[in-house]
Every structure is written in structure tokens, then in C-alpha cells.
T-cell receptor
Framework: ETGVTQTPRHLVMGMTNKKSLKCEQH?????MYWYKQSAKKPLELMFVYSLEERVENNSVPSRFSPECPNSSHLFLHLHTLQPEDSALYLC???????????FGQGTRLTVV | AQSVAQPEDQVNVAEGNPLTVKCTYSVSGNPYLFWYVQYPNRGLQFLLKYITGDNLVKGSYGFEAEFNKSQTSFHLKKPSALVSDSALYFCAVRAQAGTALIFGKGTTLSVSS
């Protein structure tokens, strides 16, 4: 248990559905991240939130919409996804500065 | 721009033998370097990090890594491999305090009994 919890662990959704991924951290960190892990590809940084403000958006399509209502929670809202969006979505948190990032278990997303 | 290279897709080693998983980086300024391990269908687990100080860093499960500034490398090592070490290993770099980690593509370590 790393102190970062992601729900759900598995999600199957149709291309017209709307769903949300949730991440919660109990470590008192002030930065949170979404990463995408696809087969045979490096981890892709999607979004960075620092002190509840989005500080980085790595050219992620608008069908992915992050939300950080407070320093402990991070959401990724999904709508009209494509099959190529199927991947493991990882949330992480860290303390600003050189802090170590701790990861959740991930949400395995399948778009059908 | 910062980047990380893990030149080997897979490393195979027999149980009890030493193992090395290679990592090189490119970053402006002093790097913050990390190693993570991922078991199937799990998130990434932190192993060790180098921020400053001694070039040899010791981490979890008997792993260590050596920071070599001239070669811009941060290879992961373990003196005696276990079958349970079989997993996917990621090297990561942070260019400066406050930025996000950038990961290499990962190296699959397979330890045979």
C-alpha cells in the first residue's frame, strides 16, 4: 500500500460513454499526476497539478479532462474515447521539490 | 529537454548471479534520478533515488544504483538476483525540483531458477 488509491481498478466503456477515474492520496503531498501506460510504449505524462493548479498538460486530447478539487483528490473525466485510449492509467503524488513520486495501482481502461 | 534511455528491452540472468539494468539520462543541470519496479497489473513501486551526495545509492530489496556524472548513467544493480526480482524496471529523471518525472521505456528483468 503506497498511500495512493485509484478507483476503479478496471473499467470497460463504450466510445460514447462518460466515465471518471478517481485518485486519492493520504500522504499529505501537494502535487499530483496522471500518467498513461500503453503496451510497448514508455509512460506518458498527461497532467500535472501542483497546489491544486494545473501546471502541465502534455498535449493531451480534450476527451481527457482532469480535475483537482483539493490536494488529496484527482479525477480524470473521460468522454467519447477511442479504442487506442485503452491503457493503464496511473496516478501519482509527490511533495513539491525533489520529492519521490508514489503511484497508485492504476486503472486498467478498455474502450470498446 | 530531459530524457531517459534504457537501452535493453530485456535482461536475463540466472538466480544468484549479479544483475545490472542500464539507464542513461539527458538533462540540463543536476539531475534527480529514480528507479521504480512494476509487477504485473500493479502500479510502480519506488526502489531508490539519487539527489545529491554519495554516488552509490542503496535502496529497497537489496538493490543499489551508481550515479556516474561523466557517463550520465544511473545503472541499477544487485549482487545476487532472486526469481522474485523478475519484473519491469523503470528509470526516471527529474530535471529540477518541482517538475514531473520523465520515464524510460522500461526494462523487463527475467531471473531464471
Amino acid at each position: 500500500e503506497t498511500g495512493v488509491t485509484q478507483t476503479p481498478r478496471h473499467l470497460v466503456m463504450g466510445m460514447t460513454n462518460k466515465k471518471s477515474l478517481k485518485c486519492e492520496q493520504h500522504l499529505g503531498h501537494n502535487a499530483m499526476y496522471w500518467y498513461k501506460q500503453s503496451a510497448k510504449k514508455p509512460l506518458e505524462l498527461m497532467f500535472v497539478y501542483s497546489l491544486e493548479e494545473r501546471v502541465e498538460n502534455n498535449s493531451v486530447p480534450s476527451r481527457f479532462s482532469p480535475e483537482c478539487p483539493n490536494s488529496s483528490h484527482l479525477f480524470l473525466h473521460l468522454h467519447t474515447l477511442q479504442p487506442e485510449d485503452s491503457a493503464l492509467y496511473l496516478c501519482a503524488s509527490s511533495q513539491e521539490g525533489a520529492g519521490t513520486a508514489f503511484f497508485g495501482q492504476g486503472t486498467r481502461l478498455t474502450v470498446v | 529537454a530531459q530524457s531517459v534511455a534504457q537501452p535493453e528491452d530485456q535482461v536475463n540472468v540466472a538466480e544468484g548471479n549479479p544483475l545490472t539494468v542500464k539507464c542513461t539520462y539527458s538533462v540540463s543541470g543536476n539531475p534527480y534520478l529514480f528507479w521504480y519496479v512494476q509487477y504485473p497489473n500493479r502500479g510502480l513501486q519506488f526502489l531508490l533515488k539519487y539527489i545529491t551526495g554519495d554516488n552509490l545509492v542503496k535502496g529497497s530489496y537489496g538493490f543499489e544504483a551508481e550515479f556516474n556524472k561523466s557517463q550520465t548513467s544511473f545503472h541499477l544493480k544487485k549482487p545476487s538476483a532472486l526469481v522474485s526480482d523478475s519484473a519491469l524496471y523503470f528509470c526516471a529523471v527529474r530535471a529540477q525540483a518541482g517538475t514531473a518525472l520523465i520515464f524510460g521505456k522500461g526494462t523487463t528483468l527475467s531471473v531464471s531458477s
